[in-house]
């Protein structure tokens, strides 16, 4: 009888810590979202004249081949106030999505996964506008979330039907955007290399999956093919405003500028999300190390972002003229600064890939964080490839940022698995000051 009024009490305490949690996330999300401007290309569509939703669909075709995004954003930059809605509406789902992927509803998890979420700097949102940017970004964010949710589920056989048909239907959304569609691709064919060399299955068990993969590639080539994106693929309209440089740069050149403007932002400008996961990963790597060896490294990253701290992020970091206030870092050998801004990174994500392998051990979260971090940091790379490198602003790290966010609630499941509370706790304090600093 004790055990179960014990039992009921904590039931009650959990009850209003989660009630407080939602609480506090939904006030700072509407607070967030209430006074904001109509500017950018917000302004612009605001005032576009269409008769039907296939003029807006046709022009986009045409112009810059995003339908569904870019369709949707005309349709809410006229609708500002119902935009809002939808918009808080995208940030309970982002929760809502991360809770289930990892199926863990501990109060603790819960609120680390908001604060994470609050983390991600608002003023992202305002670069392009922050219809226009939402609509390709976070909503694209939210579809991408939704994949691995859908095909987890799939994985378990979980309601097949509709999981294919909703998977679907966030590809057909996200499809329309270069960094997601790409990460969808890369993340189906991650679980269809687990399924079948790590759980060993048979191809036919995961035919279902492939298929969906070849659905993602043939909804990434009609964004392709569309008149829009080949004009903006061959055209030097927006290499002529934005770069002019950029027709001088090689292959070599355009991977190292998508190397260097990434780390810069990453690990020197806006690293919060990058200190949470070195904080995260030594805090398990202490606690779960099976030797020395092996809980040094866990140490390393935050020993290095701490070395890096102490001599000033911005020590580290240029401004160029042409990067539009974008920072980046200089390719020097011959300069110790620009060595060490080069190779500290470097150093930072192979000490988290050799910790995740080692020290995690349930081997569906192990090699989802990995991946995450892979996939991440291949959609912002890939922006090397673009004149508008500078010019897309700083919302093309949505997608690495939120990867990161998926990487540190796989060190965070780990250490709840475990039963290190004291170390789950922690990392959710690291979190909050970041939020807070």
């Not at 006030?27 to 296939?54: E, K």
């Not at 994106?229 to 050149?253: A, C, I, V």
């Not at 398990?284 to 060896?293: T, V």
């Not at 990253?301 to 580290?316: E, H, I, Q, R, W």
Request: charged share 15%.
């Amino acid at each position: 009888m004790w055990n179960e009024k014990v039992l009921k009490g904590k039931d009650v305490w959990e009850r209003f810590v989660y009630t407080i949690e939602i609480a506090l996330f939904l006030l700072v999300v509407i607070y967030n979202h209430l006074g904001l401007p109509i500017v950018h290309d917000d302004a612009t569509r605001s005032n576009m004249s269409f008769n039907n939703i296939f003029e807006i669909i046709k022009y986009y075709w045409d112009f810059n081949g995003r339908l569904t995004t870019d369709s949707l954003a005309v349709i809410l930059a006229q609708h500002f106030h119902i935009w809002t809605i939808i918009d808080c509406l995208a940030y309970i789902m982002l929760l809502v999505l991360l809770i289930k992927i990892f199926e863990c509803n501990s109060t603790v998890f819960v609120g680390c996964t908001m604060i994470l979420i609050l983390v991600f700097p608002f003023n992202y949102w305002e670069s392009a506008g922050y219809v226009s940017t939402t609509t390709n970004y976070l909503y694209c964010t939210v579809g991408f979330l939704g994949i691995i949710y859908l095909v987890k589920s799939i994985m378990k056989g979980k309601r097949l039907g509709v999981s294919y048909g909703m998977a679907a239907l966030c590809t057909i959304y996200i499809a329309f955007s270069n960094q997601f569609i790409i990460g969808e691709i890369l993340f189906l064919a991650y679980v269809v290399g687990y399924q079948l060399w790590i759980n060993k299955k048979r191809v036919q068990n995961v035919k279902g999956i492939i298929a969906l993969g070849i659905f993602a590639i043939i909804m990434f080539g009609v964004m392709w093919m569309s008149p829009g994106y080949q004009d903006r693929l061959h055209g030097t309209r927006e290499m002529m405003y934005w770069l002019p440089q950029y027709q001088n740069w090689s292959f070599f050149k355009k991977a190292i500028e998508g190397y260097t403007t990434t780390v810069a932002n990453v690990v020197f400008n806006d690293n919060q999300f990058l200190l949470v996961l070195c904080v995260a990963l030594m805090i398990l790597g202490l606690y779960s190390g099976k030797n020395n060896i092996t809980k040094f490294i866990a140490t390393v990253p935050v020993l290095c972002m701490a070395l890096l701290k102490t001599k000033g992020y911005d020590n580290f970091i240029v401004y160029y003229k042409y990067a539009v206030g974008k920072p980046d870092i200089r390719v020097k050998l011959s300069s110790l600064k620009s060595v060490v801004a080069l190779g500290f990174p470097i150093l930072i994500m192979l000490s988290i890939f050799i910790i995740m392998t080692v020290v995690i051990e349930d081997k569906w979260t192990k090699t989802l964080a990995i991946s995450m971090l892979v996939i991440g940091a291949a959609s912002r790379e890939m922006m090397g490839f673009t004149p508008t490198i500078y010019a897309s602003d700083f919302r093309t790290f949505t997608m690495f940022f939120f990867c990161i966010i998926i990487a540190i609630l796989c060190v965070l499941k780990e250490l709840i698995r475990k039963k290190e509370d004291k170390g789950t706790l922690a990392v959710a304090i690291a979190a909050l000051m970041c939020w807070l600093f």
